[in-house]
């Protein structure tokens, strides 16, 4: 056991080694120090956008399975591996669907979280979520003096 720990460790030390090493070249192999990614590409905001949407997708799925294990189920039918897979399976389709139409306001709050950029779109579609509000605003006011006047 204790030889096989210091071949492990002797390994260990031969591969740092290695990546602290410099080539011919006179670069580093240190993926710490050369890595660069460009966070202003579109291809890295599509990728960051991607991501953005499925992490609240997940969180989605987290609430609708809960919400579906708070339904009583009467245990007339025996659930199958199949149809339980099936509804997971469906409500991961559901909470990604959510994300991007419906709970999209959730999925860009994570993306400029994230550092993403604000584009003129999102902008519009910001000032359109106001209107929403004024609007939802306007009707509760209408609700709340109906019921005030009794109709």
Do not use: C
């Not at 399976?89 to 419906?102: F, G, N, W």
């Amino acid at each position: 056991m204790g030889m096989e720990l210091n071949k492990v460790n002797n390994n260990a030390n031969k591969i740092i080694n290695l990546a602290h090493q410099k080539p011919e070249s006179g670069k580093s192999l240190n993926p710490k120090k050369s890595l660069s990614i460009d966070t202003k590409s579109e291809e890295y905001q599509k990728q960051l956008r991607k991501v953005s949407e499925e992490f609240a997708a997940w969180y989605i799925y987290e609430v609708f399975k809960k919400m579906y294990n708070t339904v009583p189920k009467s245990g007339l039918i025996q659930e199958s591996f199949g149809e339980r897979w099936f509804r997971e399976m469906l409500l991961q389709q559901y909470a990604l669907k959510a994300a991007r139409t419906d709970l999209k306001e959730l999925s860009d709050m994570i993306y400029r979280s994230l550092g993403g950029k604000v584009i003129a779109q999102e902008t519009k579609s910001e000032n359109n979520v106001e209107k929403r509000l004024e609007v939802l605003q306007l009707l509760n006011s209408l609700i709340s003096n109906n019921q005030e006047s009794g109709e």
